[in-house]
C-alpha cells in the first residue's frame, strides 16, 4: 500500500451533532479534528442542544453553529447549498437511529439531512445509541441500506452504556474518530512493488472480526478477535485490484472506503451477508472468529442473580451453522475457498484435517497459543497449506503477512483463478 498519507490537513469538515447522549464529547472532537489541521463547521439537529451547548462547540470550532435550514442571518456563501458544496468531508457523530433512518431513507427534513443530501462528500456516521436500539431489526436494516448508499461507517463499540446497559452502540471515542477519519484519505500516489493488477476484475469476499451471540439483551458469547488480519486481507486484495467485500463482525475497525464493508452481529447475520453476496465471488476468505455456538434462545430482558448461595445457571447452546463449510458447497461456489484456523497445538495436522472436511482449496492456520501473534496483535505468523504443499511465513506484521498471502494464492491457483477471467490474469 502506499506510504504517504496527508490526513486531515487543510480540510474541510462538516461535523454533524445528532441528539444523544455521547453529544458531550463533541467538542474534544472538534478540538481533535482542528489540530489535525481541518476546518471545522458545526451543524446542529434540533434537539442536540440538549446535551451540548452551541456556544461551547462555537468557541472551539471558531465559527458559528449552524442549526436552522431557515436561517436569515446566514452569510449568503453558506447557505444550505453553499454549506454542502464547502464540505471535503461530512462526519456526523453521534448518529442517532432517528438520524440514521432519516439518512436511510432519502429524508431531508432538517439542515443536516438536507446538507447530505446535496453534497458529494465522503459522508461518515458514528453511531451511537441504546444496545437494544442498535440491534433492532430496523436499526440494522438502516445500517445495511446507508452503507449500500455509500455512507462508511465508524463503529459503533461495545460496553457499557449511559442507560446502565451493555451491548454494542458506543460511539467510538473521538481520537479514535479523528485517526479513521485521517487514515480514510487518499495516499499520495506512490510507487509499490506490492501494488499490482492481477486480481483485476476479480471479486474477493472476506469475513473478518468476532462474532457475538446474545445471552441477553447486556451479554453475549464472544471472542478476542480483533479482525485487523481481516482488514489486511482486505487492503491487500484492494491494492492487487480486486474488488472486496468485507463482512465484518463488531469492533472491527474502520476500513478503507473502496472496500464494500458489510456490518454484522451474530454468526446467523454473518451467513446472511455472505450468502446474500456470494454469487460472482471468485475468491472467498473466510478469516472471521465465527462463533462456534450459540445460546438456543436469548432472553428477552437481562438476567439476574438468583440470590442464593452457590447458586448455578444453565444456558443451552446450539451449534451454529459452518459459514465456510457452506460456502465451498454452495451452488455459487467461488473459484477459491481459503479458511483460516486458529490453533493452539497440532495445527498443521488440525489445519489438513480442516482442509480435506471442509473440501476447502487452502488453510492458513496459525498458533496463536504463541506470545505476540494472533488475536489482538499487529504481527502473526502462519502457514498456507494446501493440496499439494505448504508455504511458511516467519512472525511479520499483518500487513506484510496479508500481501505475502495474496501474492501465493494467485500463483499457487493461477489457473483456477483464470478459468474465471482469461484476460485478467495477462493485465
Known amino acids: 500500500m502506499s506510504s504517504s498519507n496527508p490526513g486531515l490537513n487543510n480540510k474541510r469538515i462538516l461535523l454533524g451533532i445528532c441528539a444523544g447522549i455521547a453529544a458531550y464529547k463533541t467538542p474534544i472532537l472538534v478540538r481533535g479534528l482542528r489540530a489535525a489541521g481541518a476546518e471545522v463547521q458545526v451543524v446542529m439537529t434540533d434537539n442536540a442542544h440538549h446535551f451540548v451547548t452551541a456556544t461551547s462547540l462555537q468557541a472551539v470550532a471558531g465559527a458559528p453553529v449552524r442549526r436552522d435550514l431557515w436561517d436569515e442571518h446566514a452569510e449568503a456563501a453558506m447557505s444550505h447549498i453553499e454549506l454542502a458544496r464547502w464540505a471535503d468531508l461530512i462526519v456526523i457523530a453521534p448518529t442517532t437511529a432517528n438520524t440514521l433512518a432519516k439518512l436511510a431513507n432519502g429524508m431531508a427534513d ?250 476447502l482449496d487452502a488453510v492458513v492456520v496459525n498458533d496463536v497459543s504463541e506470545p505476540g501473534i494472533g488475536f489482538n496483535s499487529s504481527d502473526n505468523a502462519a502457514c498456507l497449506i494446501h493440496a499439494d504443499g505448504e508455504v511458511a511465513f516467519a512472525r511479520q506484521s499483518k500487513t506484510q503477512l496479508a500481501h505475502g498471502l495474496i501474492a501465493n494464492i494467485v500463483d499457487i491457483f493461477a489457473s483456477q483463478l483464470a478459468d474465471t477471467n482469461p484476460e485478467s490474469v495477462s493485465e
Open 110 to 359: 432538517d439542515l443536516l439531512t438536507t446538507l447530505c443530501l446535496a453534497s458529494s462528500a465522503p459522508i461518515w456516521l458514528a453511531p451511537a445509541m441504546n444496545q437494544q436500539m442498535f440491534q433492532h431489526p430496523a436499526t440494522q436494516t438502516n445500517l445495511r441500506t446507508v452503507q449500500s448508499l455509500g455512507y462508511h461507517l465508524i463503529g459503533p463499540e461495545s460496553g457499557d452504556q449511559a442507560c446502565g446497559e451493555v451491548g454494542p452502540g458506543r460511539m467510538t471515542e473521538p481520537e479514535d474518530i479523528v485517526t479513521a477519519l485521517a487514515a480514510s484519505m487518499p495516499a499520495a500516489p506512490a510507487v509499490s512493488l506490492t501494488r499490482t493488477q492481477n486480481l483485476h476484475k476479480k471479486t474477493v469476499m472476506i469475513t473478518a472480526g468476532p462474532t457475538l451471540e446474545a445471552i441477553d439483551p447486556v451479554r453475549y458469547i464472544s471472542n478476542h478477535s480483533s479482525g485487523l488480519q481481516g482488514i489486511a486481507l482486505a487492503d491487500a486484495a484492494l491494492d492487487a485490484g480486486a474488488h472486496v467485500i468485507l463482512i465484518a463482525g463488531p469492533k472491527v475497525p474502520v476500513t478503507d472506503p473502496a472496500i464494500q464493508r458489510i456490518n454484522v452481529i451474530s454468526a446467523l447475520d454473518m451467513l446472511a451477508a455472505v450468502h446474500e453476496h456470494l454469487a460472482g465471488v471468485d475468491i472467498f476468505i473466510g478469516v472471521a472468529a465465527v462463533a462456534d455456538y450459540r445460546p438456543e434462545e436469548a432472553a428477552t430482558q437481562k438476567m439476574k442473580r438468583a440470590g442464593e448461595k452457590n447458586a448455578r445457571l444453565t444456558i443451552e447452546l446450539v451449534e451454529n451453522p459452518d459459514i465456510i463449510a457452506g460456502v465451498a458447497k454452495h451452488t455459487d461456489r467461488p473459484n477459491l475457498v481459503i479458511g483460516f484456523a486458529a490453533e493452539t497445538n497440532d495445527t498443521q495436522k488440525h489445519a489438513r484435517q480442516k482442509l480435506k472436511r471442509k473440501a
